[in-house]
């Protein structure tokens, strides 16, 4: 047997080591890379986000996590420029990105993945790498007037899908219609997208929602090696399991506020996190590797069976 044999290992992950930042909501950061102040967003009378700060560190893995409806997905779409705050402030790098559109916030490094659309799965793979391509810094005016500047940047762009798709293991799926790929392979495709415009820091939106078990080790593999090139990544999730096997940092959201954050192996066990997930349990799914312990898990029945 030759020795290039590949075979899929369960490597465990390598964390930073965060251990002396304070964990505490809002709690300062060695590197900051997003610094984030006094954010709120209303709907009607109810307020969605309510962030009084946030730091998120440089080249770490942050997981942003909390019950249903505790507006992380909120919180991501203002981040991003797809919604506006009622107030706040925040400084990526060091530049003020508050209230900045999407198209400006990618171009700054800042770029979120999205769910496939029903518009983007009609596409090929391949085509959706090149649209992603469309925000890159390269793409300017005049170069999209002069054939021969344009047809050099088209077979660039393919030239660098082509390897981002290579290091996800979709290229053999490049001419394929994006709607027939996997679930795991969708979320792949979301993450190549966003790698298109080489982007300082990523930001997933439950990267492993509708993914096949056996594929959610290859996806953080994926995530782990971004942070370790040098990205940082931060990513809302559900699946806790997730969460604690690949995030250096936890921030936890509920009611709009950050309640709690810390490494993962502390913020899973603290109180104001419990209770946080227990105010909306209802529609949490603990799943196996739950958060609760036996005692919390009676006193849920006790409260289930008193509704
Ligand atoms: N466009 C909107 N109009 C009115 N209310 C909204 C809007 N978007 C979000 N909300 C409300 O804001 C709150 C926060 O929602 P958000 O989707 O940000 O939470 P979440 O933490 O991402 O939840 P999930 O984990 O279920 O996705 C919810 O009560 C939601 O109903």
Not at 29 to 38: M, R, Y
Not at 64 to 69: E, Q, S
Not at 231 to 248: G, K
């Amino acid at each position: 047997m030759s020795d290039d044999t590949t075979t899929e290992t369960t490597v465990d992950p390598v964390k930073l080591d965060l251990s002396h930042v304070e964990a505490t909501p809002g709690s300062p950061k060695p590197t900051s890379i997003l610094t984030v102040d006094n954010v709120r967003r209303r709907f009607g009378g109810m307020t969605a986000v309510d962030v009084d700060h946030l730091e998120v560190e440089a080249k770490a893995i942050t997981a942003l996590i909390g019950p249903n409806g505790a507006g992380k997905t909120t919180f991501f779409n203002l981040l991003t420029g797809f919604d506006v705050p009622d107030q706040g402030s925040w400084t990526f790098e060091g530049h003020s990105l508050g209230g900045k559109p999407a198209a400006k916030v990618a171009r700054a490094g800042m770029v979120r993945t999205f769910q496939l659309t029903k518009a983007l799965s009609r596409l090929t793979v391949m085509d959706n790498m090149r649209l992603a391509a469309r925000n890159h810094p390269g793409e300017n005016m005049f170069a999209s007037l002069v054939p021969p500047l344009w047809r050099r940047r088209e077979v660039e762009v393919t030239d660098k899908a082509s390897e981002i798709l290579e290091r996800f293991n979709l290229l053999a799926k490049a001419d394929d219609f994006a709607g027939s790929l996997s679930g795991g392979q969708r979320k792949l495709l979301e993450m190549a997208r966003a790698l298109m415009t080489d982007p300082t820091m990523i930001m997933l939106d439950e990267p492993m929602a509708g993914v096949n078990p056996a594929l959610v080790q290859s996806l953080l593999g994926h995530i782990q090696a971004l942070r370790d090139e040098g990205m940082t990544v931060l990513f809302v999730e559900h699946d806790m399991h997730a969460v604690r096997h690949v995030s250096d940092w936890v921030v936890v959201m509920a009611e709009g506020r950050i309640v709690a954050e810390g490494p993962p192996e502390s913020v899973m066990n603290d109180q104001a996190v419990i209770d946080a997930y227990l105010g909306a349990h209802h529609d949490t799914d603990l799943g196996d590797d739950s958060l609760l312990d036996p005692a919390i898990l009676a006193r849920l029945e006790e409260e289930e069976k008193k509704r």
